[in-house]
């Protein structure tokens, strides 16, 4: 069968569970209203829907490409699938037969808790079984196009798979806001199921054929437990928080929680005792050799910025549309407006990836990444330049599609380079470190990025009210929207100057597409 089409039925279920991560912001008010919980406090509690899946989400990329160099990349794709599908019936039936029993269970236990939350919890759960399969599914998919393809040709189906997970969680807010007119928020989960069964029944079929790999060695539990603690203490300490749609302000993106300091530095021990196991066990979750290799290393660098810099377009756009509204009114209506524009960034992202891969097979990997790269760093600068609160919107959208045209140009190469770096026992956890490295970018980005903007519109918005004397409303909003629209040209000088750096380690990446011959690293 071409393996074309394989890549097809593959991709399906890792766009699906990208868009769960954050279709639910469709639907959330309305979940509280409908459980009727007081709508001031269960927000919070609410919030959990996306945060568990965030952190399932990266905690399942974290160690089940490892997972698949063991057992079979076959057995590990259809489990995560099946796991998937579990997580979206429990969510979508958890009104019903799972929080009677959940409830039976706490009284057993001398409880007496309010049903509505009961019903919560189930939801949550169910969204955590939900990304357990969905995170998983992104590296062994990747592993499975290193199965399929062979090295030369592996670059623009490693960037169709990449392009449509981060596509998808981007996208999210507007697939479930669609969806939410025609069917209740039940139905968001119901969907996945068909699908998903679908993609299934072609991949078992498409890979009857396909030798199944499975490399000697024993899972690294200490390792695993390791990694999975940081990344989970960096992602609660950061806020885990990538939901941007709605953006009005820098504080209503991601503020350190309080909690921070000490959260964030028992990841950095835990991330410490994880380098330390890895370079003493015999089968460690990653080899910390394989960053020995050049082109592996540089690549993964340039992956880290890359994710970064892509948050910076996608946290700018909601924010400049949502200051130029007059009212409350306005900024409900700018939903559609912030949707469209995000498109302008990310469907040129998307449709970049394929034609990246084909330049990287022709011109080589260094050449493609710069090329992306200075096209994103020209969009950046236009944005320092250029924005202001009066702009039209045809302006924005093609500065919007530039940088995501240079971004979606970087995926294939710098997903090749990585891939093609590992050797076979490898592959897995080289495509999980693909894909972890750039939602760190974008966790740290979004994070860094809410706190220094916060720091610097209130220090602007204090110079400027220093020459002003009484105190007028309309003043004041004007001085903040003035203040937020240059720390917003401050980010596109920041992203121009990520852009540059990352074409340091771009420079020194090989030509090559193909993988490396076998050695002691």
């Not at 079979?72 to 259809?78: D, E, N, Q």
């Not at 072609?202 to 390791?226: C, E, I, M, W």
């Not at 892509?310 to 509204?325: A, H, K, M, T, Y």
């Amino acid at each position: 069968m071409n393996p074309w089409l394989v890549m097809a039925f593959i991709a399906i279920p890792v766009f699906v569970g990208s868009l769960d991560l954050t279709v639910v912001s469709a639907f959330l008010p309305e979940l509280v209203i409908e459980l009727q919980l007081p709508f001031d406090t269960a927000l919070d509690d609410a919030a959990w829907i996306v945060t568990g899946y965030l952190l399932a989400y990266t905690v399942s990329l974290t160690f089940m490409g490892r997972v698949s160099d063991l057992l079979g990349r076959r057995a590990v794709y259809v489990a995560c699938l099946l796991t998937f599908i579990s997580g979206s019936f429990l969510v979508a039936i958890a009104h019903l037969g799972p929080t009677d029993a959940l409830m039976t269970l706490y009284r057993r236990l001398g409880q007496r808790p309010d049903e509505a939350y009961v019903t919560l919890q189930v939801i949550i759960i169910g969204r955590i079984i939900q990304a357990l399969g969905a995170g998983a599914l992104v590296p062994v998919s990747l592993a499975l196009v290193g199965d399929l393809f062979p090295p030369e040709r592996r670059a623009a189906a490693l960037g169709l798979v990449g392009a449509l997970d981060t596509l998808g969680w981007v996208l999210g807010h507007l697939y479930g806001g669609l969806l939410v007119q025609f069917m209740p928020w039940q139905g968001l989960f119901l969907i996945n199921i068909p699908m998903t069964l679908l993609a299934l029944v072609a991949v078992l079929y498409a890979l009857r054929h396909v030798p199944q790999q499975r490399v000697a060695g024993r899972f690294d539990f200490v390792g695993t437990a390791l990694i999975v603690g940081a990344l989970s203490a960096l992602n609660i300490g950061l806020g885990a928080n990538i939901e941007i749609g709605g953006a009005a302000s820098f504080e209503e993106l991601s503020p350190l929680p309080a909690y921070a300091a000490p959260v964030l530095a028992a990841g950095v021990l835990m991330f410490l005792g994880f380098l330390l196991v890895e370079a003493r066990v015999k089968d460690p979750l990653i080899n910390l050799r394989m960053f020995a290799r050049r082109n592996l290393s540089l690549a993964s660098l340039i992956n880290l910025l890359v994710g970064y810099c892509l948050f910076i377009g996608l946290v700018s756009v909601p924010l400049l549309v949502n200051i130029r509204q007059e009212s409350a009114a306005d900024l409900r209506a700018a939903a559609l407006e912030v949707g469209l524009l995000l498109s302008a960034l990310t469907v040129p992202m998307a449709l970049a990836a394929v034609p990246g891969g084909w330049l990287s097979q022709r011109i080589g990997i260094r050449w493609s990444v710069m090329v992306g790269l200075l096209l994103a760093l020209i969009g950046f600068a236009l944005k320092w330049q250029s924005w202001t609160l009066d702009m039209d919107n045809l302006t924005l959208s093609l500065q919007m599609a530039l940088i995501g045209v240079g971004i979606g140009l970087t995926f294939s190469p710098v997903s090749t380079a990585v891939i093609n770096s590992a050797h076979d026992e490898e592959r897995g956890v080289a495509s999980a470190l693909v894909i972890i490295l750039r939602l760190l970018g974008m966790t740290i980005s979004v994070s860094t990025l809410s706190t220094f903007g916060l720091f610097r519109v209130n220090a602007l918005a204090t110079a400027l009210q220093a020459g002003t004397t009484g105190f007028d409303a309309n003043a004041m909003l004007n001085i903040y929207a003035q203040a937020t629209l240059q720390v917003l040209g401050e980010m596109g000088l920041i992203g121009a100057a990520l852009c540059a750096l990352a074409l340091v380690p771009a420079f020194f990446l090989s030509h090559t597409v193909t993988s490396p011959k076998r050695s002691a690293s």
